[in-house]
């Protein structure tokens, strides 16, 4: 079946640091892919997508790639915020149009 | 400005006691959703809805009701049956495209506790 599976938190970094969040899936063919972020106490923010193979979505200052050969979707960010500090979820959209999420990564970001 | 709403954002549950949560969306969204956030895990489905007057069940129905009557409102009733209710409760919708659905907006989520 499909499933999604993220690196596990809580990671912790000093403001300005680079960001990596590990992401990858099991699928039936090509699914949409997401990146959704959660502050504390709040709902899920859509962060950013990919539709298709080698597509790139961005915004805010994170990207991440849609690679079909590996089966993964790292988010990156070159220099998080403190403000960054949030868990972020990792998703793909399966045939039917449902989310499947993994189990999500805490990010705290530290001044 | 189009969003959103669940109500309350806090909600005590007695035992033996059926509660409801509430969500609206005013973003003209044909489909709807209903997920369970527990501590440390990630999202799982109970119902969705992909137009009114119909729902199906998600992957831990058991214990939920829904009902879709108006295209805006997905209220979801926790029953007495569901042993272990305690959990952050989220909304979601989606634009529907050929049939298809797009990406998924949020809620800002219910916490549902046990007295």
């Known amino acids: 079946g499909n499933s999604v599976t993220q690196m596990e938190g809580p990671v912790t970094l000093s403001e300005e640091a680079f960001l990596t969040i590990n992401c990858t899936y099991t699928?039936?063919?090509?699914?949409?892919l997401f990146w959704y972020v959660q502050y504390p106490g709040e709902g899920l923010q859509l962060l950013l997508k990919a539709t298709k193979a080698d597509d790139k979505g961005s915004n805010k200052g994170f990207e991440a790639t849609y690679r079909k050969e590996t089966t993964s979707f790292h988010l990156e960010k070159g220099s998080v915020q403190v403000s960054d500090s949030a868990v972020y979820f990792c998703a793909l959209r399966d045939q039917g149009g449902k989310l499947i999420f993994g189990q999500g990564t805490e990010l705290s970001v530290k001044p | 400005d189009g969003g959103i709403t669940q109500s309350p954002k806090y909600l005590f549950r007695k035992e033996g006691q059926n509660v409801t949560l509430s969500c609206e969306q005013n973003?003209?969204?044909?489909?709807m959703y209903w997920y369970r956030q527990d501590p440390g895990q990630g999202l799982r489905l109970i119902y969705y809805s992909q137009i009114v007057n119909d729902f199906q069940k998600g992957d831990i129905a058991e214990g939920y009701s829904v009902s879709r009557e108006k295209k805006e409102s997905f209220p979801l009733t926790v029953t007495s049956a569901q042993k272990n209710p305690t959990a952050f409760y989220l909304c979601a919708s989606s634009p529907t495209t050929s049939g298809v659905q797009e990406t998924q907006y949020f809620g800002p989520g219910t916490r549902l506790l046990v007295l």
């Open positions: 699928a039936t063919g090509y699914p949409s």
């Open positions: 973003l003209n969204h044909d489909a």
